[in-house]
């Protein structure tokens, strides 16, 4: 190799060194300038250095890795629309699906300068929200308490609760807590006075309610129903008012195929949550929340009563 050539070969080394990265010995050395980044090489294995200022000496540090970002929720699309025809009755999507129906009560007390109760009121198996609403006459005890109450249409005139009853696999949850974040939006609503009212079948998709989205439910209202879902991760504590008759022939005091008794229910749900037993018909939760079963001797399916019993103990058990 000639004098050039030797001179030529050793100029193209010298640009490649200096156009490459520096490769620090290791980790703890000492560095020149805050910020400067490197490589290591040991065994093979590359580190990405940076030089940081350690004490009042600059030392080559191993960078750290990128933590992966928490996924950012994503917030429903809700489109719910009134009625040309009727002011109190909704149709609601949620993300596209098919709309759905509900009946909202707004009592004429309410003004948006104070926050208010929303129940969320759902009918038996082969009911409907007129039909329920009509029975009920919540509305008056709405307007006596100054409380919203909203009563939804369940589909082929049921609820998917788990173990009953409906073979369509809705979604039922989502329904319920679309309804909440829309309703919520429209009216000052007491986040810590949501509650989700149910009666026979609508009772069992409460414990569900209760179940999936106890960060937007505080409370539930039980009426003759059971405890029917296959799972349940309560993220917060929910106070619970089940009231059950002696006399119940379609859902047994003793239990159906559909779920346990009414105290069975409760101490299922009780569990989940981690709650202790108080007596044989309350439980102590988190929190200050609390469950309270109610048996009522010779009482049936339904008793007009319960509405206002139940209310009163929504009333009393807001979420601390």
Known sequence: M??????????????????????????????????????????????????TKVGKSLKWKAAAAALPSAP?????????????????????SINGSEKRSYILHEPPTYTSSSAVPLMIALHGNTWTAASFRELTQLDQVADSKNFIVAYPDGVIKTWNAGNCCSTLGTDDVTFISGMIDSISAKYNIDKSRVWVLGWSAGGMMAYRAACEISEKVTAIAVGAGTFAAYSCKPMKPVSIIEVHGTADQTLSIDGTNWGPGPLASAAKYAGYAGCSASSSSTWTCPNGSQIQVNIESGASHYAQTWWAEMTNYLFAHPRS
């Open 72 to 92: 950012v929720p994503v917030a429903p699309k809700i489109t719910d629309e009134v009625s040309a025809s009727d002011a109190t009755l909704h149709s609601i």
């Open 2 to 51: 000639t004098r050039v050539s030797r001179i030529a070969a050793l100029a193209s080394i010298l640009i490649v060194t200096l156009s490459s990265p520096a490769l620090a010995a290791s980790a703890g050395q000492s560095c020149k300038s805050v910020g400067t980044t490197s490589t290591s090489l040991v065994k093979g294995k590359k580190t990405s250095l940076v030089c």
